[in-house]
């Protein structure tokens, strides 16, 4: 049969695909034979399409699931979506607009039937877009964080939570998102790495009932000056200190404002005197609670301004634009003392990008420090180990410092409080998980009968990530009502099979930038409802940046899309590329070179299956010896990549275990097995080598399989006949055998002579066809078995020792020379200047190895070996030498 030429991955990704989840390779059930092995995806936002973060995050989870598959463990990759409050609503609200809807115009049901609609229509595009990939997920336990039991059991943990006293309702400085019009946590406040340019302006207020006494404070928000209450000094700061208990006029509107003397200003700061604006700054907030301020709110939810701030020209403008006109006035007014550029932290919303606003709101909240007491413990004592570790120092650091966490958002799409409101006094309501039991609740809180249609709902749904952080438990179903027991609030997992069988997981494969919103999150959840760890192993992958160092970005146009990759490289080598430099927690800057090297990977291993397939086997030849030593070193070296392979896998190295198998199949395999096996042009190849040939073959294809699903698997059922779902998705992985070392130790000699004979046939014009002979000193070369190997792969015709080294190009392997006779065909001289060099560089080495045993410091603290191992280069320096030396005289005056 003949094959193509090159492969063709669009003939071969589907097909293979479709079989799979044909035969259902990828679900899992409880197995009490099997050992568990189970990893939960980072549930994307239906709003979601595919990019190259979650390229590189779901190739690494699809590798671990495979190899675990191959192990013969039942592999169970869980997947689903997260409904992405913030971002879908903005989504829904876009496409009403297109509609000439407006969100305003419909009821709560109305725009939830909308979004429902929307998310129908879109919400699974990334799953289908993650099959392209190869993901070999469970897709008959795809979850969906709105699903009706889902969404059942986030409302039963918040009262689960209420009644425990950990979730409460308060009036609480937040982060306000003026675009999204919710409160966000403080996790969901991003910050750029390098700052952002800002304006600090020095405006000047009047002392109250003087003629020419003014106070410099300095603001980076001219635009909050309306709602100031107060100027604050530091108590010890000697230049303001008879101004504390004055009265100050804030400019245009003339409110008397007190001075007020508070630790927290910072004298070296601006002027040293602090403008004091409760409703919009959290230190400003604090400053008003200690000397009882009052706070005026001037900022609509919108951004906008309001009659509070006592200009009517500003009533309902946008904040950025009454600051630019504001500068304007205090400058025509006198106001403005001085304008300086600065660099400083802003806020900016994580879902939209806006300037967020501190805002005083009545939210609810989650008391963070007693119930994440557990999960930070569990961390610090590697009960959950995180990969690489260096990011123990940073949730260590977010656990030690965690606040209470705002778990309230004015949306609609959602899962709403189940908060239900029966009178107008601050605490006339109930939470509840139904309206029948909000309407027993109330029953009983007020004392009198209360009637559903009394009940107000709250308008509310909670944070995104209130929901997710349930992930590990509910996806198998752990707060349904045959588990869950409400007394105790805990999930008695010995009732549920599936729970008790896959949880906790194995590994979480996510990004560090959600080990606080989400990662920390979840490992709360699971000693709060199962006592138990929700995952052992947290991999952290690195963000996917530009070559330039830039991160990735629809805006700077530097992402390539996903799926126009997979359709012109395939998916197999957009993988191992996206693998080729992407170590844990360290960023990876990507290349489509690194994905031209996958495609060229792909081809190198169909080109050496189709030498193989092209071989005319004979079973009456007996196996050459030469072939005998191939297969046994290449079994040692398999044997030695699958120890070093497996290193790389529990010390999670993905792009480490990759280059093992990668420079297993094109260096050891392809460059040097099949040359030393494969038959004359013409001739067959003994049954014996092809049998093993095709095994060691077979071997690789596992290796490989994890990382590159689809060609193994072509190859896999080419290479011979297969039963039925005999397939290398479910092939046992490799255990290593023996190692002969000093097989594999011969081998590399005997490649770096082949290696350097060839170097010397290219550097003298001597053709590859042209046999020749070679010398080699008698003493120094213990090669027992690839004297034939040499010979064959360098076309040798004899290989001699004599008294007298012959007139040639001579070369050292280790401390051996050897020498290719040129009697007559040497340009001396060039050959003289060659050596010479040589010579320069070993004296040079050597020099430097001397001065290293000599230094005192360096004998007495290095380690023995590696002082064994300098003598050792000093020893082969030295004999280099003699060699070069010798070989000078050889050439003669």
């Given at each position: 049969?003949?094959?193509?030429?090159?492969?063709?991955?669009?003939?071969?990704?589907?097909?293979w695909?479709?079989?799979?989840?044909?035969?259902?390779?990828?679900?899992?059930?409880v197995?009490?034979?099997?050992?568990?092995?189970?990893?939960?995806?980072?549930?994307?936002?239906?709003?979601?399409?595919?990019?190259?973060?979650?390229?590189?995050?779901?190739?690494?989870?699809?590798v671990?699931?495979?190899?675990?598959?191959?192990?013969?463990?039942?592999?169970c990759?869980?997947?689903?979506?997260?409904?992405?409050?913030?971002?879908?609503?903005?989504?829904?609200?876009?496409?009403?607009?297109?509609?000439?809807?407006?969100?305003?115009?419909?009821?709560?049901?109305?725009?939830?039937?909308?979004?429902w609609e929307?998310?129908?229509?879109?919400?699974?595009?990334?799953?289908?877009?993650?099959?392209?990939?190869?993901?070999?997920?469970?897709?008959?336990?795809?979850?969906?964080?709105?699903?009706?039991?889902?969404?059942?059991?986030?409302?039963?943990?918040?009262?689960?939570?209420?009644?425990?006293?950990?979730?409460?309702?308060g009036?609480?400085?937040?982060?306000?998102?003026?675009?999204a019009?919710?409160?966000l946590?403080?996790?969901?406040?991003?910050?750029?790495?390098?700052?952002?340019?800002?304006i600090?302006?020095?405006?000047?207020?009047?002392?109250?009932?003087?003629?020419?006494?003014?106070?410099?404070?300095?603001?980076?928000?001219?635009?909050?000056?309306?709602?100031?209450?107060?100027?604050?000094?530091?108590?010890?700061?000697?230049?303001?200190?008879?101004l504390?208990?004055?009265?100050?006029?804030?400019?245009?509107?003339?409110?008397?404002?007190?001075?007020?003397?508070?630790?927290?200003?910072?004298?070296?700061?601006?002027?040293?005197?602090?403008?004091?604006?409760?409703?919009?700054?959290?230190?400003?907030?604090?400053?008003?609670?200690?000397?009882?301020?009052?706070?005026?709110?001037?900022?609509?939810?919108?951004?906008?301004?309001?009659?509070?701030?006592?200009?009517?020209?500003?009533?309902?403008?946008?904040?950025?634009?009454?600051?630019?006109e504001?500068?304007?006035?205090?400058?025509?007014?006198?106001?403005?003392?001085k304008?300086?550029?600065?660099?400083?932290r802003?806020?900016?919303?994580?879902?939209?990008?806006?300037?967020?606003?501190?805002?005083?709101?009545?939210?609810?909240?989650?008391?963070?420090?007693?119930?994440?007491?557990?999960?930070?413990?569990?961390?610090?004592?590697?009960?959950?180990?995180?990969?690489?570790a260096?990011?123990?120092?940073?949730?260590?650091?977010?656990?030690?410092?965690?606040?209470?966490w705002?778990?309230?958002?004015?949306?609609?799409?959602?899962?709403?409080?189940?908060?239900?409101?029966?009178?107008?006094?601050?605490?006339?309501?109930?939470?509840?998980?139904?309206?029948?039991?909000?309407?027993?609740?109330?029953?009983?809180?007020?004392?009198?009968?209360?009637?559903e249609?009394?009940?107000?709902?709250?308008?509310?749904?909670?944070?995104?990530?209130?929901?997710?952080?349930?992930?590990?438990?509910?996806?198998?179903?752990?707060?349904?009502?045959?588990?869950?027991?409400?007394?105790?609030?805990?999930?008695?997992?010995?009732?549920?099979?599936?729970?008790?069988?896959?949880?906790?997981?194995?590994?979480?494969?996510?990004?560090?930038?959600?080990l606080?919103?989400?990662?920390?999150?979840?490992?709360?959840?699971?000693?709060?409802?199962?006592?138990?760890?929700?995952?052992?192993?947290?991999?952290?992958?690195?963000?996917?940046?530009?070559?330039?160092?830039?991160?990735?970005?629809k805006?700077?146009?530097?992402?390539?899309?996903?799926?126009?990759?997979?359709?012109?490289y395939?998916?197999?080598?957009?993988?191992?590329?996206?693998?080729?430099?992407?170590?844990?927690?360290?960023?990876?800057?990507?290349?489509?070179?690194?994905?031209?090297?996958?495609?060229?990977?792909?081809?190198?291993?169909?080109?050496?299956?189709?030498?193989?397939?092209?071989?005319?086997?004979?079973?009456?030849?007996?196996?050459?010896?030469?072939?005998?030593?191939?297969?046994?070193?290449?079994?040692?070296?398999?044997?030695?990549?699958?120890l070093?392979l497996?290193?790389?896998f529990?010390?999670?190295?993905?792009?480490?275990?990759?280059?093992?198998?990668?420079?297993?199949?094109?260096?050891?395999?392809?460059?040097?097995?099949?040359?030393?096996?494969?038959?004359?042009?013409?001739?067959?190849?003994?049954?014996?080598?092809?049998?093993?040939?095709?095994?060691?073959?077979?071997?690789?294809?596992?290796?490989?399989?994890?990382?590159m699903?689809?060609?193994?698997?072509?190859?896999?059922?080419?290479l011979?006949?297969?039963?039925?779902?005999?397939?290398?998705?479910?092939?046992?992985?490799?255990?290593?055998?023996?190692?002969?070392?000093?097989?594999?130790?011969?081998?590399?000699?005997?490649?770096?002579?082949?290696?350097?004979?060839?170097?010397?046939?290219?550097?003298?014009?001597?053709?590859?066809?042209?046999?020749?002979?070679?010398?080699?000193?008698?003493?120094?070369?213990?090669?027992?078995?690839?004297?034939?190997?040499?010979?064959?792969?360098?076309?040798?015709?004899?290989?001699y020792?004599?008294?007298?080294?012959?007139?040639?190009?001579?070369?050292?392997?280790?401390?051996?020379?050897?020498?290719?006779?040129m009697?007559?065909?040497?340009?001396?001289?060039?050959?003289?200047?060659?050596?010479?060099?040589?010579?320069?560089?070993?004296?040079?080495?050597?020099?430097?190895?001397?001065?290293?045993?000599?230094?005192?410091?360096?004998?007495?603290?290095?380690?023995?070996?590696?002082?064994?191992?300098?003598?050792?280069k000093?020893?082969?320096?030295?004999?280099?030498?003699?060699?070069?030396?010798?070989?000078?005289?050889?050439?003669?005056?």
């Amino acid at each position: 049969m003949a094959f193509s030429t090159k492969y063709n991955p669009a003939e071969v990704e589907n097909k293979w695909y479709q079989y799979w989840l044909k035969e259902n390779f990828f679900h899992a059930e409880v197995n009490s034979s099997k050992e568990p092995y189970c990893i939960v995806i980072p549930p994307p936002n239906v709003t979601g399409v595919l990019h190259m973060g979650h390229m590189l995050n779901n190739t690494i989870q699809d590798v671990l699931i495979r190899k675990a598959r191959m192990e013969g463990k039942e592999a169970c990759w869980v997947p689903g979506t997260d409904h992405a409050s913030i971002a879908t609503e903005a989504r829904v609200v876009a496409m009403l607009r297109e509609k000439g809807i407006k969100k305003s115009d419909l009821s709560r049901d109305e725009f939830l039937k909308y979004a429902w609609e929307w998310k129908e229509k879109y919400g699974g595009i990334i799953l289908e877009q993650l099959k392209k990939l190869g993901a070999s997920c469970d897709w008959d336990r795809t979850a969906f964080t709105m699903d009706a039991d889902y969404y059942k059991a986030v409302i039963r943990v918040f009262v689960d939570l209420y009644n425990k006293g950990y979730i409460y309702r308060g009036l609480r400085m937040i982060n306000w998102d003026c675009e999204a019009k919710t409160a966000l946590s403080n996790e969901e406040v991003l910050y750029k790495e390098d700052g952002e340019k800002s304006i600090l302006y020095s405006v000047r207020y009047k002392v109250k009932d003087t003629e020419d006494e003014w106070v410099v404070i300095a603001t980076q928000r001219p635009e909050t000056i309306m709602g100031d209450v107060a100027i604050a000094v530091n108590p010890s700061d000697e230049r303001y200190k008879k101004l504390v208990g004055k009265k100050i006029l804030v400019p245009f509107i003339n409110r008397e404002i007190p001075v007020i003397a508070d630790d927290y200003v910072d004298k070296a700061f601006g002027t040293g005197c602090l403008k004091v604006t409760p409703a919009h700054d959290v230190n400003d907030y604090e400053i008003g609670q200690r000397h009882s301020l009052p706070v005026i709110d001037t900022i609509n939810e919108d951004g906008t301004l309001n009659e509070k701030c006592e200009l009517p020209k500003f009533y309902g403008k946008d904040r950025f634009f009454v600051r630019k006109e504001m500068v304007k006035d205090l400058r025509a007014s006198g106001h403005l003392v001085k304008e300086e550029e600065f660099i400083t932290r802003i806020g900016r919303s994580e879902r939209t990008n806006t300037v967020v606003e501190p805002k005083l709101s009545l939210q609810w909240f989650v008391k963070m420090k007693e119930i994440s007491k557990k999960a930070y413990q569990a961390v610090e004592e590697d009960e959950i180990k995180l990969h690489p570790a260096k990011f123990k120092n940073t949730y260590r650091h977010w656990m030690e410092n965690v606040r209470d966490w705002c778990i309230s958002r004015q949306l609609w799409w959602g899962h709403r409080i189940p908060a239900y409101y029966y009178g107008e006094g601050e605490d006339d309501f109930v939470v509840a998980e139904t309206m029948e039991e909000a309407v027993k609740f109330a029953t009983q809180k007020a004392g009198r009968p209360v009637l559903e249609k009394e009940l107000r709902q709250d308008e509310d749904v909670l944070d995104t990530w209130a929901s997710s952080w349930l992930w590990p438990i509910e996806v198998f179903g752990g707060f349904k009502n045959d588990f869950f027991d409400k007394e105790k609030g805990k999930i008695d997992f010995t009732k549920n099979k599936e729970l008790a069988y896959f949880y906790p997981t194995k590994v979480l494969v996510t990004a560090p930038e959600i080990l606080f919103f989400w990662v920390a999150r979840m490992i709360i959840a699971g000693y709060e409802y199962m006592d138990s760890k929700p995952f052992e192993d947290v991999y952290l992958t690195g963000i996917v940046r530009d070559k330039q160092g830039r991160k990735m970005s629809k805006s700077l146009g530097n992402s390539p899309d996903p799926l126009e990759l997979i359709g012109t490289y395939g998916a197999d080598a957009v993988r191992t590329g996206m693998l080729f430099s992407s170590p844990a927690g360290n960023d990876l800057l990507y290349d489509e070179k690194l994905v031209e090297q996958g495609r060229n990977f792909t081809n190198k291993i169909w080109n050496a299956f189709r030498l193989v397939k092209g071989w005319e086997v004979d079973n009456t030849l007996p196996q050459p010896p030469e072939n005998i030593t191939a297969t046994r070193w290449f079994e040692s070296k398999l044997n030695q990549s699958i120890l070093e392979l497996q290193d790389h896998f529990e010390k999670f190295r993905m792009s480490d275990a990759l280059m093992c198998v990668y420079k297993l199949i094109w260096d050891d395999f392809c460059a040097w097995y099949l040359e030393m096996v494969k038959p004359e042009f013409g001739k067959p190849l003994d049954e014996l080598t092809y049998t093993k040939t095709v095994s060691l073959f077979e071997s690789l294809l596992k290796l490989l399989h994890p990382f590159m699903p689809f060609i193994t698997e072509e190859l896999w059922s080419e290479l011979q006949l297969r039963a039925t779902r005999e397939n290398v998705i479910v092939a046992t992985w490799p255990h290593a055998g023996a190692v002969d070392s000093s097989l594999l130790s011969e081998a590399n000699f005997a490649f770096e002579t082949i290696t350097l004979i060839r170097n010397a046939r290219n550097a003298k014009g001597i053709s590859p066809k042209e046999a020749i002979k070679l010398y080699r000193q008698e003493s120094g070369t213990n090669l027992r078995f690839f004297w034939p190997i040499i010979q064959k792969l360098s076309n040798l015709s004899e290989v001699y020792t004599a008294k007298v080294k012959p007139m040639g190009v001579s070369f050292l392997v280790g401390t051996v020379e050897f020498t290719i006779p040129m009697e007559g065909k040497l340009d001396v001289e060039k050959e003289r200047e060659s050596i010479q060099k040589d010579l320069a560089y070993q004296k040079g080495f050597l020099v430097s190895i001397e001065k290293k045993l000599s230094n005192e410091k360096f004998v007495s603290g290095a380690p023995p070996q590696v002082i064994e191992m300098e003598r050792k280069k000093k020893a082969d320096a030295e004999a280099k030498i003699r060699t070069y030396e010798k070989a000078l005289e050889g050439l003669g005056d």
